[in-house]
C-alpha cells in the first residue's frame, strides 16, 4: 500500500515547484468607480479614479477627441 502512494506524492510535489519557477503574470489596470461622473463642458475637472493594480499609473487615455488628462498621484 505504501508503495502505490510514494509515486503520487513524488509527482505531485513537483507541481508546486514548477508553479513557482513561473514568472509573475502581469495584471492589467481595473477601473472600479470614477468621481465625478462628468463636468461642464469647456471647464476643468479633477476626478478620482479607483480600482485595481492602478498604483504606478503614468499615463491617461480616452477614447475620444477633446479631453486631455493627467495624472496627479497615483498612490
Known sequence: ???GLLPALFFGGGQEKAAAAESPRTLSPF???IFPRGGRQGTEVE????????GGACEI???GTGVKG???DAS
Request: no cysteine; net charge positive; charged share 15%.
Open 70 to 72: 493627467k495624472v496627479l
Open 1 to 3: 500500500m505504501l508503495w
Open 61 to 63: 487615455r480616452f477614447s
Open 31 to 33: 477601473i472600479q468607480s
Open 47 to 54: 476626478i478620482s479614479i479607483q480600482g485595481k493594480y492602478l
